[in-house]
């Protein structure tokens, strides 16, 4: 299986502020690596698929890059509804694979 | 508006079977693969199993494979989970999401997301 490590796993952050959250899988994936937020009590939210396609009404203030092993996805700045926990996920391969969350707190 | 709805969640033995049901709207339901992610309480998301637009192609995570099955009914806009044997471990909130690509043949990223139905494995 190719596993999915997510740093930092938290991080406290200020409205206003750049955030970047890093992925990297354990093999390479091509671009086959998708962002989801969610919030407490809700389901996930597709945010960036295919590296750094970002869907239709996500915020242009959400960026994703990277290929093969290493990923990332900014937050260029932060809002108040942007506090929530974050995803990789990869689709390459079978069992697709998440990442073990990334909680922004706000500071 | 395009929307999934599970239900059949609850409370169950451990050896015990559940049935889960996702109903869709708002989209041409025949074109495309649907998926189950669950997510055990305070933990992250695990994939479950995926079936293709026509049930020609299904696929299972390791943790379920020979006890979960997966099914779509085109006539009723709905697919299933049947879990049998269940375990403690599979108590989690079972979320059913569409392939964001039409047609695929091997599961793709999930754009729609039901609210979920949460299982309990406990004696």
């Known amino acids: 299986d190719i596993q999915m490590t997510q740093s930092p796993s938290s991080l406290s952050a200020s409205v206003g502020d750049r955030v970047t959250i890093t992925c990297r899988a354990s093999?390479?994936?091509?671009?086959?690596l998708a962002w989801y937020q969610q919030k407490p009590g809700k389901a996930p939210n597709l945010l960036i698929s295919?590296?750094?396609r970002l869907q239709s009404g996500v915020p242009f203030r959400f960026s994703g890059s990277g290929s093969g092993t290493d990923f990332s996805l900014t937050i260029s700045s932060l809002e108040p509804e942007d506090f929530a926990t974050y995803y990789c996920?990869?689709?390459?391969?079978?069992?697709?694979?998440f990442g073990g969350g990334t909680r922004v707190e706000i500071k | 508006d395009v929307q999934l709805v599970e239900s059949g969640g609850g409370l169950v033995q451990p050896g015990g079977s559940l049935r889960l049901s996702c109903a869709a709207s708002?989209?041409?339901?025949?074109?495309?693969?649907l998926s189950w992610v669950r997510q055990a309480p305070g933990k992250g998301l695990e994939w479950v199993s995926w079936?293709?637009?026509?049930?020609?192609?299904?696929e299972y995570a390791d943790s379920v494979k020979g006890r979960f099955t997966i099914s779509r009914d085109p006539s009723k806009n709905t697919v299933f989970l049947q879990m049998n044997t269940l375990r403690s471990e599979d108590t989690a909130t079972y979320y059913c999401?569409?392939?964001?690509?039409?047609?695929?043949?091997?599961?793709?990223?999930?754009?729609?997301w039901g609210h979920g139905t949460m299982v309990t494995v406990s004696s």
């Open positions: 999401a569409k392939d964001f690509l039409m047609a695929t043949e091997a599961p793709d990223v999930s754009d729609v």
């Open positions: 708002g989209f041409a339901f025949g074109r495309f693969a």
């Open positions: 079936i293709s637009a026509r049930s020609g192609y299904i």
């Open positions: 093999q390479g994936v091509y671009d086959s």
């Open positions: 295919a590296a750094s």
């Open positions: 996920q990869q689709y390459y391969k079978t069992p697709l694979t």
